[in-house]
């Protein structure tokens, strides 16, 4: 089919497009229209502890962009959803709740966004950061009571070693500044210097070993902590202030172009079906003969009232 031709066909049935356009059309505004308002609440869940590392380890990074499409899939699991269900005293079942939920992994990062749309804003919120929790306390991250215990042990010690750091310099400072002073050390006898000096070095390694302990208990409180599969929130969601289905005449637009383009095909497949022919070109060019003569529509013409019926006369 040539261009002009094309045309010609197009501009026979354009009546039939634009009707098939709004009526399609409107009925898509009508649905679309109707619908509620939906909130769309998102939580941001980062995998693996290699973030607060000074230095990240490239197989834990590796790691942990893996393991972020894992959770993406856990996430919207029924045992998930029915806890985050129970917890938030949401209204739906954990079924319907699934429906509502979408998941995505930034690309080339471990970073895991997990998103509610529904027709209230706040609860939305509240059952996207239910659902991260819940996310959290079902995964492998989470800390046996005994290694709580022991990160807890850590702690304290690092308190009470960074209390005795404290006193200490503040020793050795005083010491420091009492023999430094010229006028003050000159009334004191040898033995009496000898003891501050002595005094000096005892707190010196003091401090010294408990830098070192310090060290030790910090390791094993970062050990603890930065593991490879971790997940925490980095971002918990909030109450969005307005609905994502705001795009009424965009999705009418898409629907009368859709009832065009469905119409326009129905109506070609019918005609490409029909091997009927109605013009001569069409005639010349299905047979690839010329056309020698056309018979045109001969219509009966109408008699006028009143006058009489023409009759053919018989020949003799």
Do not use: C
Not at 152 to 175: C, P
Not at 189 to 212: C, G, H, K, V, Y
């Amino acid at each position: 089919m040539r261009l002009n031709e094309f045309l010609k066909w197009f501009w026979d049935r354009l009546w039939l497009f634009a009707l098939a356009g709004l009526v399609v059309g409107g009925a898509t505004y009508v649905v679309v229209a109707r619908r509620p308002p939906a909130y769309e609440a998102r939580v941001m869940m980062v995998v693996g502890g290699y973030m607060q590392a000074p230095n990240p380890d490239t197989t834990e990074i590796r790691t942990g962009v893996e393991l972020a499409r894992t959770y993406a899939v856990l996430a919207t699991t029924h045992d998930v959803l029915r806890e985050a269900v129970a917890a938030a005293d949401f209204p739906l079942a954990p079924d319907r709740l699934a429906e509502l939920v979408d998941t995505e992994v930034r690309s080339d990062t471990s970073i895991l966004e997990l998103s509610v749309t529904y027709t209230d804003a706040e609860q939305a919120a509240t059952i996207a950061n239910a659902i991260a929790q819940q996310l959290i306390v079902q995964s492998p991250t989470n800390l046996t009571p005994e290694q709580q215990q022991q990160l807890d042990m850590a702690y304290a010690q690092i308190d009470r070693l960074n209390r005795q750091l404290e006193r200490a310099r503040a020793e050795v400072d005083a010491l420091d500044q009492s023999l430094a002073d010229e006028g003050a050390t000159a009334d004191l006898e040898p033995f009496e210097r000898t003891l501050l000096l002595e005094q000096q070095e005892r707190l010196t390694n003091q401090i010294n070993q408990l830098t070192a302990s310090l060290a030790e208990f910090l390791a094993v409180a970062a050990g603890m902590q930065e593991r490879t599969n971790a997940l925490e929130i980095v971002e918990w969601a909030r109450t969005p202030p307005t609905p994502v289905n705001t795009n009424t005449w965009v999705i009418t637009l898409f629907g009368a172009m859709v009832g065009v383009v469905l119409i326009a095909g129905l109506v070609f497949i019918v005609e490409y079906l029909d091997d009927t022919i109605w013009v001569p070109d069409a005639a010349a060019q299905t047979l690839g003969l010329p056309v020698l003569a056309v018979i045109p529509e001969i219509r009966r013409r109408q008699r006028q009232p009143g006058s009489a019926p023409h009759r053919r006369e018989a020949s003799d």
